[in-house]
């Protein structure tokens, strides 16, 4: 491995942590938007071996914050698409 990449690998393995456990569970709206948008930017700048070893950290906090991202509205909407007179497999 070149050291460009141990120095990449470094990294992640610090930062990653910091903004999964730290800034994408803050209460703060900006703060989570920003870790998620630092996290995408990062595992594109760093290439897919950099990131392969870091994913187990970045993967499941990404994906419970998916539910908190999404509108309520649209949950509201989901759940009572029939009954307000829409098509529910269209809605999908």
Same mark, same amino acid.
């Given at each position: 491995q070149s050291t460009k990449s141990v120095d990449s690998n470094e990294f992640l393995g610090v930062i990653f942590p910091l903004l999964t456990d730290i800034g994408i569970s803050s209460d703060v709206p900006i703060i989570r938007a920003f870790s998620v948008d630092m996290i995408a930017k990062l595992t594109k700048a760093?290439?897919? #071996?950099?990131?392969?070893?870091? %994913?187990?950290?970045?993967?499941?906090?990404?994906?419970?914050?998916?539910?908190? %991202? #999404?509108?309520? /509205?649209?949950?509201?909407?989901?759940?009572?698409?029939? /009954?307000?007179?829409?098509?529910?497999? /269209?809605?999908?």
């Open positions: 760093a290439g897919k #071996e950099a990131v392969q070893e870091s %994913m187990h950290i970045i993967v499941p906090p990404l994906l419970e914050s998916l539910s908190g %991202m #999404e509108d309520a /509205r649209l949950n509201y909407l989901e759940q009572h698409v029939q /009954r307000l007179g829409g098509d529910a497999d /269209r809605f999908e």
